[in-house]
């Protein structure tokens, strides 16, 4: 009888405990998920808006920034800001300090030339600093490229690519069902490339058939690829390769460890010589990914379109450009285009080579124009999606336009102008459709 009551009362404690326990670690998951979900804005707000609805304007018109600062979202009265005006990545032409009685001012300003304006405007309050700016575009439309097409270029990478036909299309190809879905097998592929190899995510619709494909270039850095199954559960064929020849399944740590390490700053990598820049193997492996897909028997042997963002939204205009296999082309905001800009007393793409002496030599200079996104930008004849916006920095709209004014082909242009480097979901979703539409026949 004792032991009966002793066992009761041990387990009405165990009750009690696991009943503590609970709500505690209850209220801690509740916490976190509470601090998490806070909004990351501020209470006091800059708001800076072009008084055009496109931000768009004529060389020559007055551009009126319209400036609020806002505390709990009313405006401040008696602060003082810090503004400057500078044209797209270049020096400030103007700056000042304005107070502002009512935490509203209008800044004016105007371009000669075609081109992009941007309103920088700062805040300190109570010890912190505030930012935001705008970016007004001049005739964006009328933008041309600074860097030149080289006599030879044809025939640079013709033979580049008949060297890269000289290499067997061998590869490895490893399903991965923690990723695959019912409606899509995912698989972790390695390709044989001009040097190295080239890695990538394939997603197969499961489903016995011949499909159109989507091949999904990367943007830049050193970090693990994701497989396309939106796309892919479609019935569209989708290859995410990484450029780097560095398996996309790895821990994350040691994408960490390559990219502050042996393939820091890639980008500069044998730059003063065009047969050994790193870029060279880059390319023929976007078009070696193109050779992979043409001998898969589920593709359907002719509907392929390629598509990237920043780096990614480049390497698509280069690969469009390189390879007439290719139908449909979607880019967002492209890196490297019209590089040699900054020689020019205006914004180069990223990777912003010719900003300081230490690459501003003739060698890399001529270097560049082989590997220019513009310069393949010519050669497009497909129909394209392109998206960016006016607030980019890392990509400056002045280089992306001198791309987008390049080619010649059927183009559909979505510009949102208050976006920076990134995209809206509905940017997405639209292009998204686009490929659909085109690769299906829908």
Known sequence: MKNTEYFLRFRDFLRHAYSIIYCT???????????????????????????????????????????????????????????????????????????????????????????????FVEVK???????????AGFDPTSIQPTTTLPDDFT???????????????????????????????????????????????LALPKEKGQY?????????????????????????????????????TLDPEIYKSLGEGALKNYWFTNLDDKNEYYYKRVYLGCIRAVDFI????????????????????GLSLVTAGLDQRIKYLGVFYPALCDLTGFLYGRAGGWPLLFRNPFTNKPDKVETSKYYDAVNFARFI???GFYSSGYNDRICPPTSTFSAYNTIKATKKILIVPETRHYSFPEQYEEMKTWFIRKLLNK
């Open 381 to 383: 004849k497909i129909p």
């Open 25 to 119: 670690v209850f209220l801690l998951f509740f916490i976190n998920v509470a601090t998490s979900a806070q909004p990351r804005l501020s209470h006091i707000q800059i708001i800076v808006a072009p008084d055009h609805a496109d931000w768009t304007y004529h060389v020559g018109d007055t551009a009126i920034f319209n400036v609020t600062v806002l505390k709990s979202s009313i405006p401040l009265d008696s602060v003082t800001i810090f503004y400057h005006l500078n044209p797209d990545r270049m020096p400030a032409i103007k700056k000042e300090n304005l107070f502002l009685e009512k935490g509203k001012t209008q800044i004016k300003g105007s371009m000669k030339k075609p081109g992009f304006l941007r309103c």
């Open 212 to 248: 159109p494909a989507l091949l999904n270039l990367p943007g830049a850095g050193v970090y693990p690829r994701k497989a396309h199954l939106d796309i892919a559960e479609e019935g569209i064929i989708t290859f995410t390769i990484d450029i780097n020849g560095i398996p996309p």
């Open 155 to 201: 025939a640079f990478w013709d033979s580049a690519k008949k060297e890269l036909s000289s290499v067997p299309l061998e590869y490895k190809i490893r399903l991965l069902p923690d990723i695959s879905t019912d409606k899509v097998n995912v698989f972790e592929v390695n390709i044989k490339n001009i040097k190295g190899r080239i890695y990538g995510l």
């Open 294 to 313: 043409f001998s898969l028997p589920e593709f359907d042997g002719k509907n392929i379109a390629v598509y990237g963002g920043s780096q990614g939204g």
């Open 125 to 135: 309050y109570n010890g912190h600093n505030y930012s935001n700016y705008a970016t």
